[in-house]
């Protein structure tokens, strides 16, 4: 069984559109995060949902927006999409504890291409 | 806030060691964790040290030197298949929250 899993696998799109990506896992775990992978590599956390509450909002354009309809599920809505969003969006999840450093699992992730 | 330096590339052939450097600069520090991953892939969990010295999970170790604020991770008896990105992380200790800051990552090529 995936333990975290992300749909769609691909999406290409034109700019402008509207797209959504799913994410759902089925660790128990009470943290979901959405990180985009830049073409460099370079990975970066977006946002973080503990037990369906917002925790980690990071600088990104109000035009993503995530949603948290319970604690298996974090959905990413993207509008008006531009050139720039075109990336890799890893979804993951991970048991949330105020000490040490907890281990995080990722999806497969969603390649976004924006044309 | 935190920061992460890696080498950007290190090659090496099969059945060598090589070892990835991590050097971190955190205003607090709960430990150093290793994910590696490959071309195509998502990032999987390798390794996570807390403490000084070297923890070892078969072929793979990681090392921690808290004082230094640097770490590595040992790769041995190297093959194909350990060709990838590693990248460090480490928790953002100003949220309180479990959120990881990636060091650059590191791309690693094994030749035959």
């Known amino acids: 069984d995936t333990a975290v899993s992300q749909t769609p696998k691909y999406l290409v799109t034109q700019m402008g559109n509207d797209k959504s990506i799913k994410c759902e896992q089925n660790?128990?775990?009470?943290?979901m995060y959405w990180y985009k992978q830049d073409s460099k590599k370079f990975l970066k956390i977006m946002f973080s949902?503990?037990?369906?509450?917002?925790?980690i909002n990071e600088t990104v354009p109000n035009r993503f927006s995530p949603k948290s309809p319970d604690k298996a599920h974090l959905n990413l809505h993207i509008n008006s999409l531009e050139l720039g969003d075109s990336a890799v969006y890893f979804c993951?999840?991970?048991?949330?504890?105020?000490?040490?450093?907890?281990?995080?699992?990722f999806g497969p992730g969603t390649r976004l291409l924006v044309l | 806030g935190q920061s992460l330096e890696q080498p950007s590339e290190v090659t090496a052939v099969e059945g060598a060691i090589v070892q990835i450097n991590c050097t971190y600069q955190?205003?607090?520090?709960?430990?150093l964790s290793w994910y590696q991953q490959h071309d195509g892939g998502a990032p999987t969990f390798l390794s996570y040290?807390?403490?000084?010295g070297l923890e070892e999970t078969g072929r793979f170790s990681s090392f921690l030197s808290r004082s230094d604020s640097y770490g590595y991770l040992l790769l041995q008896e190297l093959q194909m298949k350990d060709s990838a990105s590693y990248f460090c992380?480490?928790?953002?200790?100003?949220?309180?929250?479990?959120?990881?800051?990636f060091g650059t990552g590191t791309r690693l090529l094994v030749s035959p």
């Open positions: 660790l128990g775990h009470d943290t």
């Open positions: 993951a999840s991970s048991h949330e504890s105020r000490g040490g450093q907890e281990t995080q699992y």
């Open positions: 040290n807390a403490l000084d």
């Open positions: 955190t205003s607090g520090f709960y430990g």
């Open positions: 949902y503990n037990n369906k509450e917002l925790i």
């Open positions: 992380a480490v928790r953002d200790v100003n949220t309180g929250f479990q959120k990881l800051v």
